[in-house]
C-alpha cells in the first residue's frame, strides 16, 4: 500500500486526489472531502502528531487497495516500512512552511472559532496557538520515504513537480491556490496572523513575555 503523511492544513487533500486521480469537493473548513484524504486519520494535533498507535493505523488502512494512496495526520518515522510500498512524507522544516500551514490553520478555522474574541484577548490566543505551529514535522530518511516540504507544494516548486508529475496536478493546485488565495497575497508577511506567529516565536526562543507596543 502507499500512504501519504500529512500534519493538518498542509494540503492533504489535493495531494491524495492528484495521486488517486479524484476530485473531490471542497468543504467548509477549506479543505477537500477526499475519501482517501480520511482513511488513515486516526488522530490530529497542532504539533506533529506523533503518539499515536501504528497497528491502529495499520488496521485502519489494510483494506485499501495496494495503487491506491491512503492519507493520514500520522507522523510516518512510528511505522514498520515494510508494510508499504512507497510513502510521501510532508514536513515543515523551514519557517516559510511553518508560516504557511498557520496562516492557513488561523484563516479557515481559528478564525471562525474565534469569531466573538477581539482586542487584546484574541491577539493572546493567536500568539500562545502560533506555539504549535512553530514544531517540525521532520523528515524520515529510509529509501521508501519521499520527504517534500510544505512549502514546495504552496510554490509548485521544481521539487514538488518531481514527485506530482500526474496530469491533473497543475487543474488541481490551481483550483487549491484559489480557495488559498491569501498565501499568495504579496502582504502575507504583514497579515496579524503572522505578526503573532513572530510574536509567539520571540517568547519561545527568548524565555520571555513579548511587549505589545
Known sequence: MNLICFPHYTCGGVLCDILNQTFSPVLSHGGLGSIHHAIGK????????????????????LLTPSDAWAGTHCWPGNLSFD????????????????????????RHYYSKEWSGITGIELLDKMRETAKNYLISTEPVFNSSVYNLEFSEVVDSSTEFYKFFTQANTNMHMERWSKINDFLYDTNLWNFPEVKAYYQAEYETKLKKYYIYE
Open 83 to 106: 508494510n508499504f510500498n512507497q510513502i510521501i512524507n510532508i514536513t515543515t522544516v523551514t519557517e516559510r512552511s511553518k508560516i504557511y500551514r498557520w496562516v492557513r490553520a488561523y
Open 42 to 61: 486516526i488522530g490530529d494535533a497542532a504539533t506533529p502528531y506523533t503518539t499515536y498507535d501504528p497497528e491502529e493505523l495499520l488496521t485502519k488502512i
